[in-house]
């Protein structure tokens, strides 16, 4: 369960990057497009037809950022709640899942409102840094060796192995 | 070798499991929709208020009906004024100055021929499908044409299969500019080129002007955006200070800006003329997927004037001298709301005989058994959409508000829509007439419509995959039926 609940955290922290990749790769794209007299407007968006280096970038973003990430955060919560570490929870584990879901959330709700309010994007980015510090260290708190020093710390009488 | 409890855990687990995948593949299947008629469309219950209180009956085909789609037509003796074929292929589409696209054609070009009447005119368009291999119709984009010429696969019409033809006859009754497209498949079909311009001459010269006449007909092809279906520029040749009529007609799935440095007016909106329009800097139109608008300029004493149609091409006016200056695009948009000046409406919009409400949403939902984030219209999927029943003569008072995140260019078949106020805010302008009407996200709008032409007529998003995704419902006239149905043998998918 420990185990399942880091990849989790994880893949979490792992998505951020692939956002990031993603987001660098489409919007360099559309400079070099338009760069080479490209035109992007609502026709073409619509049209699903546009053509150029970095496309695929939206698709990753908007399936990584709307679904997996989402997903595994909440997945990762929902675990929280069951993770355990010498039978005793796992100190922490939940509070840190909720920190993670609560950030993925609010970075989804900013995503989806970019195009109202482009300067979401400012905290949409930021946020995105939280969201991966707190999915690292949340993944980080199931290591034994960290797991071992949290239980210590909660039971200064705890006997570890 | 499991213990007795263990195997009675496992055996527990295993028939609860089957059982949700049951009631899963149960739940999955009550969604596919399997051959439908438009008639049993809408839920049960009134949706249609009355001005008097009582409410309007509504859905699922509650009107007795006694006239077929097909009875509507236009007068079966009158000789045609205008007869055309049309002749709709699949085959490589040469883009001049861009390149190649596999797409669809009629008469072997996209966009297809112009079809140009005068007012009054009877048109008679004999459609062939040669290679169209889902079949194909044609629908008459922005004409209120008899019901059964409105080229609906699977409501007015069986799709045409290949070898097939099709006669489509209407009077073309109100001069303007409108276009015809594919209505079978049609996010697919229109995409990729089975589309045509028409041009409705005025018996009586409009005061608006524009004896000297262009068309700008906006698609993207394969990521090209094209006008006239070239990826290049045009020019129209125009004697300094004469007026120039561009008609610019938006075939494309979202919204098209237009603007010039120089001054220019909207002349005409959807096909009618805005009464005397005033003259428009600084200031870009925004023209709504699937609609239109005419535009007068007068041609510089020198060189020319440079209008730019959508985002890539332009339209140079006057004489060319190779130094016509770009103008960049003016945030500010032109508000069709207060432009122009007032005239009568023609019809009592203020004391309605039907209300409806139409508000677009969007959930997760399974339609036909496809999983997906789908468009809800008062909250309900497809095909549990609202009927909206009327009677012949009604004054219909719609409100039209968009709840979801995305622009949606709402289109009326049959009909012209009159707006009448935007998010409470009155129109104070030109009557606002418009068949293709955009809706962003939050806008409301009461728009009103006489039912003056009796039929089964979709009212949809002009963004074609957002119909293909729920976002489509049926004005239907009292005592009229279809024998025509979707997704049966004939193959109709009007989507």
Known sequence: MRRIYAVLAWIVAGGVVVQAASIAFALGGIAHFVQEGGVIDKALVESRQAVFTGELGFPIHGIVGGMVIPAAALLLLILSFFVKYQRTHLRGARLWAGVVFALVALQATLGYSIADMPYLGLIHGANALAVLVAAIHAALRTRPTAAARVARLASPNAVTT | ?495
């Open chain 2, 1 to 495: 070798m499991p213990s007795r409890p263990d195997l009675v855990r496992r055996v527990s687990a295993a028939c609860a499991l089957t059982a949700a995948a049951g009631l899963a593949a149960l739940a999955w299947s009550s969604t596919l929709l399997g051959e439908y008629s438009v008639m049993t469309m809408g839920p049960a219950g009134a949706l249609g208020r009355g001005h008097a209180g009582h409410d309007a009956e509504a859905g699922s085909g509650a009107a007795a009906g006694s006239t077929s789609v097909t009875e509507l037509v236009a007068d079966p003796l009158r000789k045609p004024d205008v007869r055309i074929r049309l002749v709709a292929g699949s085959q490589t589409i040469d883009v001049p100055g861009g390149h190649p696209f596999q797409g669809y054609t009629v008469n072997g070009t996209s966009p297809g021929p112009t079809i140009r009447a005068r007012q009054g005119d009877l048109v008679e368009a004999v459609f062939v499908n040669e290679s169209v291999g889902a079949g194909a119709t044609l629908h008459w984009h922005g004409m209120d044409v008899p019901n059964a010429a409105d080229g609906v696969a699977g409501i007015t019409q069986d799709a045409v299969p290949v070898g097939g033809q099709h006669t489509y006859r209407f009077v073309a009754e109100d001069p303007g500019t409108y276009w015809y497209h594919s209505h079978q498949l049609s996010h697919e079909q229109v995409e990729r080129g089975l589309l045509g311009a028409v041009v409705v001459e005025p018996a009586v010269p409009s005061p608006n002007g524009g004896s000297t006449e262009a068309l700008a007909l906006l698609h993207v092809y394969g990521g090209q955006h094209t006008l006239n279906g070239r990826a290049l520029d045009e020019h129209v040749p125009a004697e300094p200070g004469s007026t120039v009529r561009i008609r610019v007609i938006n075939t494309d799935q979202g919204t098209a800006s237009v603007w010039s440095a120089a001054p220019f007016r909207v002349a005409a909106i959807d096909g009618r003329e805005v009464k005397a329009p005033a003259v428009i800097q600084d200031r870009s139109v925004l023209v709504p997927a699937g609609g239109r608008v005419d535009i007068t300029m007068q041609a510089p004493a020198h060189g020319a004037a440079r209008l730019n149609v959508g985002g890539a091409r332009s339209i140079f006016i006057g004489s060319m001298t190779g130094d016509e200056p770009g103008a960049r695009q003016p945030s500010a948009t032109l508000d069709f709301l207060a432009y122009g000046s007032p005239a009568p409406l023609g019809f009592e919009a203020a004391s309605p005989d039907r209300t409806f409400d139409y508000t677009i949403g969007r959930r997760p939902g399974v339609i036909d058994g496809r999983p997906g984030n789908f468009w809800t219209i008062n909250g309900r999927l497809y095909p549990d959409a609202p009927m909206f029943n009327v009677r012949q003569g009604d004054v219909v008072l719609m409100h039209l508000r968009n709840e979801s995140g995305e622009v949606h260019p709402m289109h009326l078949h049959g009909h012209h829509v009159l707006v009448l106020s935007r998010d409470g805010i009155p129109a104070k302008g030109s009557p606002w007439w418009i068949d293709s009407l955009d809706i962003h996200p939050g806008e409301s709008y009461d728009v009103a419509f006489v039912a003056d032409n009796p039929g089964i007529w979709t009212d949809h998003c002009h963004t074609l995959e957002h119909a293909v995704d729920g976002l489509v419902a049926h004005v239907m006239y009292e005592g009229i039926t279809t024998p025509f149905t979707i997704n049966g043998r004939a193959g109709n998918h009007p989507e």
